[in-house]
Protein backbone atom coordinates (compact mmCIF):
# COMPACT_ATOMS: atom_id res chain seq x y z
CA UNK A 1 0.00 0.00 0.00
CA UNK A 2 1.46 3.12 -1.18
CA UNK A 3 1.31 6.43 1.33
CA UNK A 4 -0.01 10.04 -0.01
CA UNK A 5 2.36 12.06 0.03
CA UNK A 6 1.80 15.83 -0.61
CA UNK A 7 4.31 17.40 -3.12
CA UNK A 8 2.36 20.80 -3.11
CA UNK A 9 -0.53 23.00 -1.88
CA UNK A 10 -1.86 26.34 -3.35
CA UNK A 11 -4.81 28.03 -1.81
CA UNK A 12 -6.64 29.61 -5.52
CA UNK A 13 -6.48 27.92 -8.34
CA UNK A 14 -9.68 28.84 -10.86
CA UNK A 15 -11.22 26.09 -13.52
CA UNK A 16 -12.57 26.71 -16.98
CA UNK A 17 -15.41 24.15 -18.19
CA UNK A 18 -15.95 23.97 -21.46
CA UNK A 19 -12.73 25.27 -23.00
CA UNK A 20 -12.82 25.41 -26.81
CA UNK A 21 -10.11 23.00 -29.23
CA UNK A 22 -6.96 24.01 -29.43
CA UNK A 23 -7.52 24.77 -33.31
CA UNK A 24 -5.85 22.25 -35.16
CA UNK A 25 -3.30 21.06 -32.87
CA UNK A 26 -1.23 24.25 -32.72
CA UNK A 27 -2.14 24.70 -29.01
CA UNK A 28 -4.45 26.17 -26.34
CA UNK A 29 -4.73 29.61 -26.02
CA UNK A 30 -6.13 31.63 -22.58
CA UNK A 31 -7.31 34.63 -24.62
CA UNK A 32 -10.31 32.51 -25.66
CA UNK A 33 -11.73 31.59 -22.29
CA UNK A 34 -13.51 34.14 -20.66
CA UNK A 35 -11.27 34.91 -17.66
CA UNK A 36 -13.17 37.28 -15.85
CA UNK A 37 -15.84 34.06 -15.13
CA UNK A 38 -14.50 30.83 -14.12
CA UNK A 39 -16.66 27.44 -13.70
CA UNK A 40 -15.14 27.42 -10.30
CA UNK A 41 -12.39 28.59 -8.17
CA UNK A 42 -10.88 25.66 -4.96
CA UNK A 43 -7.61 24.80 -4.05
CA UNK A 44 -5.10 22.49 -5.68
CA UNK A 45 -2.81 19.67 -3.92
CA UNK A 46 -0.16 17.86 -5.89
CA UNK A 47 0.02 14.31 -4.43
CA UNK A 48 2.02 11.00 -4.72
CA UNK A 49 1.16 7.47 -4.52
CA UNK A 50 4.44 5.62 -5.15
CA UNK A 51 5.42 6.64 -8.64
CA UNK A 52 2.02 8.13 -9.12
CA UNK A 53 1.53 11.70 -9.18
CA UNK A 54 -2.36 12.64 -8.84
CA UNK A 55 -3.40 17.05 -9.70
CA UNK A 56 -6.16 17.05 -6.96
CA UNK A 57 -8.81 20.00 -7.20
CA UNK A 58 -10.75 20.28 -3.70
CA UNK A 59 -13.38 22.70 -2.10
CA UNK A 60 -10.91 25.16 -0.01
CA UNK A 61 -13.81 24.85 3.13
CA UNK A 62 -14.46 20.95 3.25
CA UNK A 63 -11.82 19.19 1.40
CA UNK A 64 -13.93 17.89 -1.32
CA UNK A 65 -13.01 16.36 -3.97
CA UNK A 66 -13.93 18.24 -7.37
CA UNK A 67 -11.84 16.60 -9.85
CA UNK A 68 -8.50 15.05 -10.41
CA UNK A 69 -5.91 14.66 -12.82
CA UNK A 70 -3.52 11.66 -12.93
CA UNK A 71 -0.43 12.71 -14.35
CA UNK A 72 2.42 10.07 -15.24
CA UNK A 73 4.57 12.12 -17.03
CA UNK A 74 5.80 15.91 -17.65
CA UNK A 75 5.51 17.86 -20.22
CA UNK A 76 2.83 15.63 -21.31
CA UNK A 77 -0.65 15.87 -22.71
CA UNK A 78 -2.20 15.17 -19.38
CA UNK A 79 -1.13 18.78 -18.27
CA UNK A 80 -0.23 21.23 -21.14
CA UNK A 81 0.20 25.03 -20.60
CA UNK A 82 -0.96 27.17 -23.01
CA UNK A 83 1.06 29.50 -25.55
CA UNK A 84 -0.04 32.40 -25.03
CA UNK A 85 0.08 32.71 -20.47
CA UNK A 86 2.57 31.27 -18.29
CA UNK A 87 -0.33 31.07 -15.54
CA UNK A 88 -2.79 28.68 -17.56
CA UNK A 89 -2.59 24.82 -18.34
CA UNK A 90 -5.35 22.53 -19.92
CA UNK A 91 -5.63 19.62 -17.68
CA UNK A 92 -7.09 16.24 -18.36
CA UNK A 93 -9.68 15.39 -15.63
CA UNK A 94 -10.59 11.96 -15.05
CA UNK A 95 -14.06 10.58 -13.22
CA UNK A 96 -14.12 6.96 -13.45
CA UNK A 97 -13.56 5.87 -17.24
CA UNK A 98 -15.07 9.09 -18.63
CA UNK A 99 -12.09 11.87 -19.10
CA UNK A 100 -12.64 15.45 -20.14
CA UNK A 101 -9.97 18.60 -20.79
CA UNK A 102 -10.43 21.63 -19.12
CA UNK A 103 -8.66 24.95 -18.08
CA UNK A 104 -6.90 25.60 -15.36
CA UNK A 105 -4.74 28.76 -14.43
CA UNK A 106 -3.29 30.79 -10.88
CA UNK A 107 -3.74 34.25 -10.28
CA UNK A 108 -0.10 34.32 -9.56
CA UNK A 109 2.47 33.61 -11.77
CA UNK A 110 4.60 32.82 -8.53
CA UNK A 111 1.96 29.87 -8.11
CA UNK A 112 2.61 28.71 -11.44
CA UNK A 113 6.05 28.46 -11.45
CA UNK A 114 6.02 26.47 -8.07
CA UNK A 115 3.27 23.82 -9.94
CA UNK A 116 6.25 23.13 -12.98
CA UNK A 117 9.08 23.04 -10.66
CA UNK A 118 7.67 20.16 -8.63
CA UNK A 119 6.18 18.50 -11.22
CA UNK A 120 9.92 18.59 -13.10
CA UNK A 121 11.82 17.52 -9.73
CA UNK A 122 9.24 14.57 -8.71
CA UNK A 123 9.75 12.99 -12.22
CA UNK A 124 13.14 13.54 -12.13
CA UNK A 125 13.80 11.99 -9.14
CA UNK A 126 11.46 8.86 -10.53
CA UNK A 127 14.14 8.61 -13.31
CA UNK A 128 16.87 8.57 -11.17
CA UNK A 129 15.52 5.95 -8.96
CA UNK A 130 14.31 3.77 -12.44
CA UNK A 131 18.16 4.04 -13.46
CA UNK A 132 19.61 2.95 -10.36
CA UNK A 133 17.13 -0.04 -10.06
CA UNK A 134 18.21 -1.33 -13.41
CA UNK A 135 22.11 -0.94 -12.80
CA UNK A 136 21.48 -3.42 -9.34
CA UNK A 137 19.63 -5.30 -11.19
CA UNK A 138 21.72 -5.80 -14.39
CA UNK A 139 25.34 -4.64 -12.87
CA UNK A 140 28.06 -3.49 -15.49
CA UNK A 141 30.87 -6.13 -15.48
CA UNK A 142 33.90 -3.90 -14.17
CA UNK A 143 36.98 -4.06 -16.44
CA UNK A 144 40.52 -5.61 -16.34
CA UNK A 145 42.68 -2.78 -16.61
CA UNK A 146 45.67 -5.22 -15.46
CA UNK A 147 48.70 -6.54 -17.22
CA UNK A 148 48.73 -9.32 -19.20
CA UNK A 149 52.30 -11.73 -19.63
CA UNK A 150 54.42 -10.06 -21.52
CA UNK A 151 52.86 -6.47 -21.84
CA UNK A 152 54.55 -3.44 -20.28
CA UNK A 153 53.71 -0.34 -19.62
CA UNK A 154 55.58 2.51 -20.90
CA UNK A 155 54.53 6.75 -19.06
CA UNK A 156 56.55 9.51 -20.40
CA UNK A 157 56.67 12.44 -17.83
CA UNK A 158 57.12 15.83 -19.83
CA UNK A 159 60.23 18.08 -18.69
CA UNK A 160 62.25 15.58 -17.42
CA UNK A 161 65.48 14.28 -19.72
CA UNK A 162 66.18 11.23 -20.84
CA UNK A 163 68.52 9.13 -18.12
CA UNK A 164 71.25 7.96 -19.27
CA UNK A 165 72.73 4.44 -19.68
CA UNK A 166 75.36 2.14 -19.86
CA UNK A 167 75.57 2.28 -23.05
CA UNK A 168 74.99 5.72 -23.51
CA UNK A 169 78.10 6.23 -20.71
CA UNK A 170 80.47 3.87 -23.30
CA UNK A 171 80.11 5.79 -26.08
CA UNK A 172 81.24 9.36 -24.32
CA UNK A 173 84.40 10.48 -24.70
CA UNK A 174 86.49 10.39 -21.10
CA UNK A 175 86.85 14.06 -19.40
CA UNK A 176 90.73 15.48 -18.87
CA UNK A 177 91.91 16.26 -16.19
CA UNK A 178 92.10 20.00 -16.17
CA UNK A 179 89.67 20.56 -18.89
CA UNK A 180 86.28 22.84 -18.07
CA UNK A 181 83.39 20.88 -18.39
CA UNK A 182 80.37 22.59 -20.24
CA UNK A 183 77.39 22.41 -18.40
CA UNK A 184 73.20 24.38 -19.02
CA UNK A 185 74.27 26.68 -16.62
CA UNK A 186 77.55 27.67 -17.88
CA UNK A 187 81.12 27.21 -17.61
CA UNK A 188 82.32 25.47 -14.49
CA UNK A 189 85.91 25.35 -13.88
CA UNK A 190 88.15 22.14 -13.29
CA UNK A 191 89.13 20.70 -9.68
CA UNK A 192 92.47 21.35 -8.65
CA UNK A 193 95.42 18.79 -8.85
CA UNK A 194 95.03 16.78 -5.76
CA UNK A 195 97.84 17.07 -3.92
CA UNK A 196 99.51 14.59 -0.64
CA UNK A 197 99.23 16.24 2.53
CA UNK A 198 101.37 15.28 5.13
CA UNK A 199 99.94 15.51 8.71
CA UNK A 200 101.33 16.02 12.11
CA UNK A 201 101.25 12.00 13.19
CA UNK A 202 103.36 11.27 9.42
CA UNK A 203 106.10 13.72 10.44
CA UNK A 204 106.38 12.44 13.87
CA UNK A 205 106.54 8.80 12.90
CA UNK A 206 109.01 9.46 10.29
CA UNK A 207 112.54 9.35 11.61
CA UNK A 208 114.46 12.28 12.32
CA UNK A 209 117.30 12.55 9.74
CA UNK A 210 120.64 14.63 10.25
CA UNK A 211 122.06 15.52 6.87
CA UNK A 212 125.65 15.67 6.12
CA UNK A 213 127.65 19.43 6.80
CA UNK A 214 127.65 21.47 4.07
CA UNK A 215 130.57 23.35 3.79
CA UNK A 216 130.83 25.99 1.13
CA UNK A 217 134.12 26.77 -0.26
CA UNK A 218 135.02 29.97 2.10
CA UNK A 219 134.51 27.01 5.21
CA UNK A 220 131.05 28.85 6.04
CA UNK A 221 128.09 26.64 6.58
CA UNK A 222 124.93 27.36 3.86
CA UNK A 223 121.62 26.30 3.69
CA UNK A 224 120.01 25.14 0.13
CA UNK A 225 117.08 27.63 -0.68
CA UNK A 226 114.61 25.07 -0.14
CA UNK A 227 115.30 23.60 3.17
CA UNK A 228 112.73 23.81 5.88
CA UNK A 229 112.28 26.59 7.60
CA UNK A 230 112.11 25.13 11.37
CA UNK A 231 115.57 23.59 11.18
CA UNK A 232 118.37 24.98 13.73
CA UNK A 233 121.92 26.11 12.99
CA UNK A 234 124.19 23.38 15.37
CA UNK A 235 127.76 24.65 14.04
CA UNK A 236 128.75 21.86 11.88
CA UNK A 237 125.48 20.23 11.01
CA UNK A 238 121.70 21.45 10.27
CA UNK A 239 119.45 19.81 12.39
CA UNK A 240 116.09 18.89 11.59
CA UNK A 241 113.10 18.48 14.09
Known sequence: MDYERVLLVKPTVSVFLNIPSSGGGRGHRADH?????PSWVGRIRLCTYGPKCVIKL???TSGELFAECPVDSYPSTTIDPVIDSSRYFVVKIVNGMEHAFVGMGFDDRADSFDLRVTLQE??????????????????????DYSLKEGQSIRIEFKGFKKTTTDEDTTKQEPVKVGTAVKMSGGMI?????????????????????IPAPLISSDNKTQ???D???????????????
Open 122 to 143: HFRQIQKELEIKQEEDCPIPSK
Open 58 to 60: EEK
Open 223 to 225: AKP
Open 227 to 241: EDPFQVDSGSAWVKF
Open 189 to 209: LPPPTAKKITTPQQVQSQPKS
Open 33 to 37: WDLTK
